[in-house]
């Protein structure tokens, strides 16, 4: 069984400042973990994945997670928010073959 | 660069009808998946599919039913559309041995009155 929690349903933080979008998951297995971003009227994008490699994940725009073990946490960071950065976030679990379970979703507000 | 494409952005449909939801991709991908996203709910899962032919189940596969004919082409029926099939149906692909890059379509929104 896999599941994934973001614990935050809504994040407003002023352009320019650092942003912090927290995901906790639990698995079975070992887990793979990913970040996609949903613009309005787009589909999702990924983000960055952890694939059992490096802890610290790079991903496009400035975005990267860490993966914690200990902690079953795998938050979403930026050190500074850009308006276009606004959109909807979701963190997902991937801890065996073919399955897949997605977050509810973190909607993040830039404001000016 | 990989394209899914879903044959409509919106749609209004009446409660009853059949309705069908197409979904192509262009990059030889294995699998295929239907989503369902609802606000405060993320996405769920309805069915998959591993190869010409082949469906899975998801999470909530009750009310719909799929057909995968063509390996490009993966199509989500709602047999007899109910207003709770309100939402945006999200469609996507990925290759068989990489199971982290999976490709999104731009969603459905479908609306049944």
């Known amino acids: 069984a896999q599941s994934v929690t973001q614990l935050d349903s809504h994040v407003s933080v002023s352009e320019g400042t650092p942003v912090l979008l927290r995901c906790n998951y639990s698995?079975?297995?070992?887990?793979?973990l990913f970040w996609y971003v949903q613009h309005p009227n787009k589909g999702l994008q990924l983000l960055l994945k952890?694939?059992?490699?490096?802890?610290l994940v790079k991903g496009i725009n400035g975005f990267e997670a860490e993966f914690k073990k200990s902690e079953t946490s795998f938050h979403l960071t930026k050190p500074s928010a850009h308006m276009s950065d606004a959109a909807e976030y979701f963190c997902?679990?991937?801890?065996?073959?073919?399955?897949?379970?997605f977050g509810t979703g973190t909607k993040l507000q830039v404001i000016p | 660069d990989v394209k899914v494409t879903q044959s409509s952005r919106y749609l209004v449909k009446r409660t009853g009808e059949k309705v069908f939801l197409e979904c192509v991709q262009d990059?030889?991908?294995?699998?295929m998946f239907w989503y369902r996203q609802d606000p405060g709910l993320g996405l769920r899962l309805i069915y998959f599919?591993?190869?010409?032919?082949?469906?899975e189940k998801g999470d909530i596969p009750e009310g719909y039913s799929v057909s995968r004919e063509k390996k490009e082409r993966f199509s989500l029926i709602l047999e007899s559309a109910s207003t709770n099939q309100t939402s945006m149906y999200l469609c996507?692909?990925?290759?068989?041995?990489?199971?982290?890059?999976?490709?999104f379509g731009p969603g459905t929104r479908l609306t049944v009155t």
């Open positions: 599919s591993y190869d010409v032919k082949m469906k």
């Open positions: 990059m030889d991908h294995e699998n």
């Open positions: 997902v679990v991937s801890g065996g073959y073919q399955k897949v379970t």
């Open positions: 698995s079975s297995y070992s887990p793979s």
């Open positions: 996507a692909s990925r290759p068989r041995d990489r199971y982290y890059e999976q490709y």
């Open positions: 952890y694939t059992s490699a490096a802890t």
